[in-house]
C-alpha cells in the first residue's frame, strides 16, 4: 500500500534528491534512562550503567539531580523575563509607543536585544547531529551533517519519542491525510503574497540542500548560512561554468533585448529537470532544483540581473580590478543586500513587529556574538512551509495550473519579470499555521518531512519548546484550539509529551490574525537571526566599505531593498511586495467570507 503510494512521488523527489525514497527503524530492548529526558533547562544526559545516568549542569543556572533547581541569579532573571506571549503582543501593539521608538535610540537598544537574546539560543561552535548525540569531533568537523539543537532520542527507548506516548506512532499518511491536507484554501491573515513565498522558498534553498545520497541527515550545502550558493552554484567547479569570467558577470542569455539566466547549453551544470526537456530549454542556476518553479526562476534571473548591474558599477569604480576581484566584490554584495533584504522586509513583515527591524552589524561589536553558524536538521524541518502553496497561479489574466506551472520552462521568459513580480505580488499565499492547509500536490512533501523526523529521532515538540525557554503544553486542548484537531492528536498520540516537532510546529493554535502560532516565531527567528548576523561579513574585520568595493558598493548594501531589487533591473516598475495590496486583501477576505483579522 505504501510502495503504490510513493510511487509517483518518489519519481519527483528522486528528480529533485538523488535520494533511494527508503526508510528503515531501529529498535532495540535495553531502557536508557536519558530516554526519560530528565535534565532540565539545557543540561546534559550522561548514560553511567544501565539504569543510571547523571545530568551535567554546568552553566545552566540549574543545579540538582535533573537542573531542576534554579541557582539565585536565575531566580531573578527568570522573575524579570517577560513571557514571549506577553512581548510579541507588546511588539504588535501600541502604535504611538513604536512610533516615538522607531526613531530613537530606543530603536537601536531594542534590536540588539532581538538579536542577542535570540541568537544566544544557538550554540556556537555547533552540538549534535543525527550520528552523533554527544559533542564529538567527528560532529563538530564534519560539515556535510545538518547540526541538531537536541541530540537524537536513543536508540534503545521504550516508545518512538523516549517513554512517553504509545509504542506505534500514527501512520504518516494518516496524519497528513487527516490534518495537514488542504480543504478548501486558508489565506495568510497577513496578507503574505507569492512573492514572500517564493522568496522564502528561493532564499532557504541555498542552505536547506539535503543529501540522501550521503545518507539521511546530510547536506551538499556545505556554506552553512547566506552564501549565495542558490545563484553561483555551491562548489567551484559549477561556479566557473555559471561565470561569463569577463568583468566578474555571470554568464546570461539575451531573449527580446532581456537579461534572463543562460541556457544549460551555453552554462553545461546539471539541473534536475523531468527527463526529455532539451538543454536549449534548461536554464543554468546556481541552485540545480530551481527549474521546478517559474517563482524560483524569476528570483534567480532577478538576482542574475543584478549581480551584473552590480559588476558595472564595480569595474567602472576600479577599472584596474580582473574578472576575479570583480566577481567576489559583487558576491559580497549580493550577500549584504539578501541579508538587508531578509530583515528589513521579509522579517520584517513575517514578525508583524511595530519596532522597525534593523539590518546594522555594529549593534553587535560589543557583545559577545560569536560569528559563524551552522545549519540544524530543526530548522530545515521547521522551514517546510508549504501551506503557502495556492490551489492555482493567477498571472496575467490566466490561471496557471500546478501541471502548467511545475516544470514549466517559459513561463519566465514568456511574462517577463515585470508581469510576474507584479502577479505573485497581487496573489495571496496560504496560512501555514493552523492545519488543512497544504495543497495535495505537496502533501507528499510533508509526508517525506515526518517520515524523515522519525527516522532520525527527532525529540518531541515540547523538548523543544523547553530549549527555547517556551512551557510545554500540558493537554491537546491547550495546543490547539481547533477540537477537531486536538481530539484527533489526543487520539493519534495519547500523550501531548509524545506530540512530534513538524506536526507541532504546523498544528499548533496561530496567533490571532498571524500566520504561524507562537512556537514558529519563537523557535524559527533565532535560527534566522542567528544565520544572517553570524555571516561573515557581519564581523568587524569584513564590515567595511574596502570589503564591498568602497563607498559606492557599500551604500548598495546598505540601501538594498526588494523595490529596487526589482526596479532597478527592469524597464517599468511594477506593484512588489511581501503582502498583497490593502484593497486585495479586503477583497479576498470578502470572498472567503472571513471576519477581517483583530490586527485592524
Ligand atoms: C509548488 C511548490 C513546491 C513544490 C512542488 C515543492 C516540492 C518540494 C520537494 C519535492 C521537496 C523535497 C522533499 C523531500 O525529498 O523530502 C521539497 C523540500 C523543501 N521545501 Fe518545498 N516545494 C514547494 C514550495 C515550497 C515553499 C514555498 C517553501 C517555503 C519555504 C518550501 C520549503 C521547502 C523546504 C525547506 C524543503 C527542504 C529542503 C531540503 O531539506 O533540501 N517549499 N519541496
Ligand atoms: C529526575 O528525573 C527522573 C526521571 O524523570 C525522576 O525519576 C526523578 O524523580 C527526578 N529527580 C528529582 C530530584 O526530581
Ligand atoms: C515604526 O516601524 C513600524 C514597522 O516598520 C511601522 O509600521 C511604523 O509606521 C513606524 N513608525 C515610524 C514613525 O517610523
Ligand atoms: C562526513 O561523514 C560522512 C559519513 O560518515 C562521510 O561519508 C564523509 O566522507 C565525511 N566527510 C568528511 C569531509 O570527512
Ligand atoms: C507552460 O506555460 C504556458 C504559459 O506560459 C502555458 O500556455 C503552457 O500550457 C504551459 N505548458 C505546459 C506543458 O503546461
Not at 555571516?535 to 564590515?543: D, F, L, Q, R
Not at 563607498?551 to 523595490?563: E, M, Q
Request: aromatic letters at 12%.
Amino acid at each position: 500500500m505504501r510502495a503504490s503510494f510513493l510511487g509517483p512521488v518518489c519519481a519527483l523527489i528522486l528528480l529533485l534528491r538523488e535520494s533511494d525514497c527508503q526508510g528503515d527503524d531501529v529498535t532495540s530492548r535495553t531502557v536508557n534512562p536519558c530516554c526519560h529526558f530528565p535534565c532540565q533547562h539545557w543540561g546534559v544526559c550522561v548514560r553511567y550503567t544501565e539504569d543510571k545516568y547523571e545530568c551535567d549542569c554546568t552553566r545552566t543556572g540549574y543545579y540538582g539531580e535533573n537542573c531542576t533547581v534554579p541557582e539565585f541569579w536565575t531566580r531573578v532573571k527568570h522573575f524579570l523575563r517577560p513571557p514571549p506571549d506577553v512581548l510579541h503582543y507588546i511588539l504588535t501593539h501600541f502604535h504611538w509607543l513604536w512610533d516615538v521608538i522607531n526613531s530613537t535610540f530606543l530603536r537601536d537598544v531594542l534590536m540588539r536585544l532581538v538579536l542577542t537574546v535570540r541568537s544566544n539560543l544557538i550554540p556556537t561552535p555547533p552540538t549534535f547531529n543525527s550520528k552523533y548525540g554527544y559533542l564529538s569531533w567527528e560532529s563538530y568537523y564534519n560539515l556535510s551533517y545538518y547540526t541538531r539543537i537536541l541530540p537524537p532520542v536513543p536508540e534503545d527507548c521504550p516508545t518512538p519519542l523516549g517513554v512517553k506516548g504509545k509504542t506505534k506512532l500514527p501512520a504518516a499518511e494518516l496524519l497528513v491525510e487527516k490534518l495537514l491536507k488542504r480543504k478548501t484554501f486558508r489565506p495568510d491573515p497577513q496578507g503574505s503574497n507569492l512573492m514572500f513565498a517564493f522568496f522564502a522558498q528561493h532564499f532557504t534553498h541555498q542552505f536547506f540542500k539535503t543529501y540522501n545520497r550521503m545518507g539521511v541527515g546530510f547536506t551538499k550545502a556545505l556554506g552553512h548560512g547566506v552564501d549565495a550558493g542558490h545563484i553561483y552554484g555551491d562548489n567551484l567547479e559549477r561556479q566557473l561554468s555559471l561565470r561569463l569570467l569577463k568583468d566578474g558577470k555571470l554568464k546570461y542569455q539575451l531573449i527580446n533585448g532581456e537579461m534572463y539566466p543562460p541556457t544549460v547549453a551555453d552554462a553545461p551544470v546539471k539541473m534536475s529537470y523531468p527527463p526529455g526537456i532539451p538543454v536549449e530549454d534548461q536554464m543554468a542556476i546556481g541552485q540545480e532544483v530551481f527549474g521546478l518553479l517559474p517563482g524560483l526562476g524569476l528570483y534567480a534571473t532577478l538576482w542574475l540581473r543584478e549581480h551584473n548591474r552590480v559588476c558595472d558599477i564595480l569595474k567602472a569604480e576600479h577599472p584596474a580590478w580582473d574578472d576575479e576581484q570583480l566577481f567576489q566584490t559583487a558576491r559580497f554584495i549580493i550577500i549584504g543586500e539578501t541579508i538587508r533584504i531578509v530583515i528589513e522586509e521579509y522579517v520584517q513583515h513575517l514578525s508583524g513587529y511595530l519596532l522597525q527591524l534593523k539590518f546594522d552589524p555594529t549593534l553587535l561589536f560589543n557583545s559577545h556574538f560569536q560569528y559563524g553558524n551552522r545549519i540544524s536538521l530543526e530548522f530545515s524541518q521547521l522551514y517546510h512551509w508549504h501551506p503557502l502553496m495556492p490551489d492555482s497561479f493567477h498571472i496575467s489574466g490566466d490561471e496557471l495550473s500546478y501541471q502548467q506551472f511545475l516544470f514549466n520552462t517559459s513561463v519566465v521568459t514568456r511574462y517577463g519579470v515585470e508581469k510576474l513580480v507584479e502577479a505573485f505580488s497581487r496573489q495571496v499565499a496560504g496560512q501555514v499555521g493552523g492545519g488543512h492547509n497544504i495543497n495535495a500536490v505537496v502533501t507528499h512533501v510533508a509526508l517525506r518531512t515526518i517520515e524523515e523526523s522519525r527516522q532520525l529521532r527527532v525529540q518531541p515538540f515540547n523538548e523543544y519548546r523547553k530549549r527555547f525557554n517556551l512551557k510545554p503544553y500540558e493537554s491537546f486542548t491547550q495546543f490547539a484550539d481547533n477540537k477537531e484537531i486536538a481530539d484527533t492528536l489526543e487520539e493519534f498520540y495519547g500523550d501531548i509529551d509524545a506530540l512530534e516537532f513538524y506536526p507541532g510546529l504546523m498544528l499548533e493554535k496561530t496567533r490571532p490574525g498571524a500566520i504561524f502560532g507562537e512556537s514558529m516565531v519563537e523557535m524559527g527567528a533565532p535560527f534566522s537571526l542567528k544565520g544572517l548576523l553570524g555571516n561573515p561579513i557581519c564581523s568587524p574585520e569584513y564590515w567595511k566599505p574596502s570589503t564591498f568595493g568602497g563607498k559606492v558598493g557599500f551604500d548598495i548594501v546598505n540601501s538594498a531593498t526588494l523595490k529596487k531589487l526589482v526596479c532597478l533591473n527592469t524597464r517599468t516598475c511594477p506593484y512588489v511586495a511581501f503582502r498583497v495590496p490593502p484593497e486585495e486583501k479586503q477583497r479576498q477576505e470578502k470572498s472567503d467570507g472571513n471576519m477581517p483579522s483583530d490586527e485592524l
